[in-house]
C-alpha cells in the first residue's frame, strides 16, 4: 500500500480492521509524500494501491497507465496551522507566520501538503521564509512536536493526530485549500483481490466512518 503520509494512522487502522476479515493477510504500508511514491510506482517499485494526497500526483500514474480501474476520490482534508501545545506564541492566523524570529516549516512545494500551504499563504497575502522544507507533511508536523520549529502548516488530520504534543490554529475558510485524496489499485499488483477489497473496503460506509475519525471529510 503506497500512501501519502497524512494517511499514516487511518490506513493502518483500516487494514488492521480488514485482517479480521482476511486472517494471515499482512498489509505492508509505504507511507511518504505522494509525489515520492508516484514516482516509485512509475520506476517500477511493486505496490498493490496507491492512495495520493492530491489528484496531481494520482494523474502522473494514470498518464503511465499504470492504474487498474479509474482512481475514486475517496476522503478530503483541510489544512491548519499546527503550534507548539499551548500556543506559547500566540500565533492566531496566517498572517503571524511571516513574524520576525518565528521559526516556521512547511512541507517541500513539491509535497501536496507544501503546494496547498503556499495557495493558502498566497490567498492571504502573506510570505513565509520557511526555516525548513520537509520531506512530507509529517515530517513538518514532527518538526514542531519536537519544538524545533514554532509553526508548520499541516492538515487538520494532522494535528489530530499529534494529541496534545501540538495545537491547531484554524485557518478561514477564505484562504482554505480543500484537500481530494484519490485511491486505485496499481495495474499489474500480485494481489488484486486483496488490493480492490481495501480500496472497496475505504470507498464503503464503514471505511468512511473510520477516516471521520482521523479528521477526514467526505470528498
Avoid: W
Avoid at 31 to 54: E, R, Y
Avoid at 126 to 146: H, M, Q, Y
Avoid at 168 to 178: A, F, K, L, R, S
Amino acid at each position: 500500500m503506497f500512501a501519502g503520509s497524512s494517511l499514516t494512522d487511518a490506513l493502518k487502522k483500516a487494514g488492521d480492521r480488514l485482517k479480521v476479515n482476511n486472517p494471515g493477510t499482512d498489509y505492508v504500508f509505504n507511507f511518504g509524500s505522494s509525489s515520492t511514491l508516484a514516482t516509485q510506482i512509475a520506476s517500477g517499485a511493486p505496490a498493490d494501491v496507491f492512495a495520493s494526497a492530491d489528484e496531481t500526483n494520482m494523474q502522473k500514474v494514470v498518464d503511465a497507465k499504470l492504474n487498474e480501474g479509474a482512481p475514486a476520490v475517496f476522503l478530503s482534508n483541510r489544512l491548519q496551522i499546527a503550534v507548539a501545545a499551548g500556543n506559547p506564541k500566540h500565533i492566531t492566523g496566517l498572517n503571524d507566520l511571516a513574524k520576525p524570529g518565528l521559526i516556521v516549516v512547511l512541507a517541500a512545494p513539491t509535497v501536496p501538503a507544501g503546494k496547498y500551504a503556499l495557495e493558502a499563504l498566497q490567498k492571504a497575502g502573506v510570505t513565509v521564509r520557511p526555516a525548513s522544507l520537509e520531506v512530507d507533511v509529517r515530517a513538518a508536523l514532527n518538526k514542531v512536536a519536537l519544538g524545533e520549529a514554532d509553526a508548520g502548516v499541516v492538515y487538520v488530520t494532522d494535528v489530530k493526530s499529534a494529541g496534545a504534543r501540538v495545537s491547531g490554529v484554524e485557518i478561514p475558510e477564505q484562504y482554505q485549500v480543500i484537500a481530494r485524496y484519490p485511491i486505485a489499485v496499481v495495474k499489474d499488483s500480485k494481489n488484486p483481490r486483496l488490493a480492490r477489497a481495501f480500496v472497496d473496503y475505504l470507498l464503503s460506509d464503514e471505511g468512511r466512518t473510520l477516516l471521520a475519525e482521523f479528521g477526514f471529510s467526505r470528498p
